[in-house]
């Protein structure tokens, strides 16, 4: 059975479908099957980061409304192996995800994948809702800003009173916070939250932390999971948090200001 | 056990000041009515179970006897516990239809309110939930009002922006943050045991003796018995670790504890 996880903020603009797509990148490169579903029906925006929109064929909509089946519709990555995308459709709006069909269809992948990666459209209407309703687990994107804090604090009540494992009686999914487009600069010059500032708030663990980079921007240009890019600091950030999210202990990369040499400082370099 | 019969009485009658909700209709119409109500019940779906109010349906008195008595059903069926019609051509008209079923008509002081007075004990406040009964000082005796039992309710997850806890007929306890956006309601005390960022309103139905404590204050609003002070008005000094809120007179202090 896979585990399925849920990629969501509550705020748009903050790194859902870059992260989506490098968690799932991540897991797939470590030899997980894995699969990755765009739940922002109406928008569409993981087959460009993924690089594969011009091979869409079916969607997600199509698979609920049995016009065509999982096989015809998954997206296998070219680049890495165990790797699928369910694009989303953009033609149809997000009243098209039944709460029976998003069941039907997750079961039918559960059998096939070890994980299933929900990337959750912003907001907290239908489409946020039904992609966080059979996950196991969330991992919540936040931006160090006051509003985007809110935001996800607002999710995370909703994922401990609306999923399904809570419905059943069961205990509240474990939700886990990666921090994004993080600047340590910015952070020494209180224009943004720290760390801390934000654990203190949110109260939950710390999945990672993935600096403010150009290289995510390059990557999405390039229809490219920026994990791919293995040279830059947002790749190895998204690196070490997929690294965690299997269990594994590793510290905390790019969260300090870069130190700068004694000629750096003399010249203001 | 035989008590002696000039020892003990069997029972006292007494009059008691209580603060009551008045549910007022504007509209008899039962699809407005029931979005209304459905409305309501999203916001504060703990604070509607059971709330014993006064329903008050002068403004919709000329909807004819079986349009009301559709609206009695509504209400009820939205979670409410009716303990008394408004007095006025309205209710009467109803109890003349049929009175069966149908709450006592009580008569009440400000708006809509005729001649005779059917509670003893006096007025009882309506619609201002936030002004309590002033003359209320004694904790045992004040409070909520048809709640006997008082278990404190306890909270061990961080109460988020959007949720709302209400612990009714009792006190709260928090032992986990509590975000901004959050609201905890309780008839009695609240404590957090942890940031309280969000609102805490405590003696929500008058228990003008409700106290708050948190672990550190940095809250949006505070409210004891109705009384309340918002973020703006809580100076920095205020803020801080330990606080306890308590209401004297009309004014919140907070202090260090």
Excluded: W
């Amino acid at each position: 059975m896979a585990r399925i996880v849920v990629v969501t903020s509550g705020k748009g603009g903050v790194g859902k479908t870059t992260t989506s797509a490098a968690i799932a990148t991540g897991l797939a490169q470590r030899g997980h099957r894995t699969a990755v579903i765009d739940f922002d029906v109406g928008l569409r925006n993981l087959d460009l980061i993924m690089g594969c929109e011009r091979r869409v064929v079916y969607d997600f909509v199509n698979v609920i409304n049995g016009d065509a089946n999982l096989k015809q519709a998954l997206i296998r990555d070219k680049r890495v192996e165990n790797l699928y995308i369910l694009p989303a459709s953009q033609t149809r709006d997000k009243e098209a995800l039944t709460e029976d069909g998003v069941e039907r269809v997750l079961g039918e992948m559960a059998e096939e994948f070890d994980y299933i990666i929900c990337d959750s459209p912003a907001g907290i209407e239908r489409g946020a809702l039904m992609a966080a309703y059979h996950a196991d687990e969330a991992v919540v994107v936040t931006n160090p800003e006051v509003s985007s804090v809110r935001d996800s604090d607002r999710i995370l009540g909703i994922l401990a009173s609306k999923t399904r494992k809570v419905e059943q009686g069961g205990d509240p999914m474990p939700g886990r916070l990666l921090l994004t487009r993080y600047s340590p600069e910015r952070v020494e010059r209180g224009e943004m939250l720290s760390i801390e500032d934000v654990g203190d708030i949110l109260a939950i663990d710390l999945l990672g932390v993935i600096p403010e980079s150009q290289a995510v921007l390059n990557a999405s240009n390039a229809g490219q999971p920026v994990i791919l890019d293995a040279e830059s600091d947002a790749g190895q950030a998204y690196d070490d948090a997929v690294g965690r999210f299997l269990g594994e202990d590793r510290p905390l990369r790019f969260v300090d200001v870069p130190k700068r040499g004694f000629f750096g400082r003399l010249f203001g370099g | 056990m035989s008590a002696s019969p000039s020892s003990v009485q069997a029972m006292e009658l007494k009059g008691r000041m209580l603060l009551v909700s008045v549910l007022r209709v504007h509209d008899a119409e039962p699809h407005n009515l029931g979005n209304m109500l459905a409305a309501r019940r999203d916001e504060a779906p703990d604070l509607m179970r059971d709330m014993p109010i006064v329903l008050d349906l002068q403004p919709v008195a000329d909807a004819g006897d079986a349009a009301l008595r559709a609206v009695v059903q509504q209400v009820r069926a939205a979670g409410f516990r009716l303990i008394g019609l408004q007095d006025g051509e309205a209710a009467q008209a109803l109890e003349a239809a049929d009175a069966a079923g149908l709450p006592p008509r009580l008569a009440m002081g400000g708006r809509g309110g005729s001649g005779e007075v059917a509670l003893s004990e006096g007025r009882a406040r309506r619609e201002d939930p936030s002004a309590a009964a002033p003359e209320e000082r004694d904790s045992a005796a004040s409070g909520a009002p048809v709640a006997v039992h008082s278990a404190t309710r306890v909270v061990d997850q961080p109460v988020r922006s959007g949720q709302q806890v209400y612990a009714r007929g009792g006190d709260l306890l928090v032992t986990a943050p509590v975000s901004a956006g959050a609201e905890l309601l309780a008839d009695g005390h609240i404590t957090v045991l942890g940031p309280l960022r969000g609102r805490a309103l405590a003696g929500v139905r008058g228990l003008v003796t409700a106290r708050i404590f948190c672990r550190r204050l940095e809250a949006e609003l505070l409210s004891i018995g109705g009384h309340y002070r918002i973020a703006e008005d809580i100076t920095e000094a205020e803020r801080g670790d330990n606080r306890l809120v308590t209401l004297a007179g009309e004014s919140l202090n907070i202090t260090e504890s």
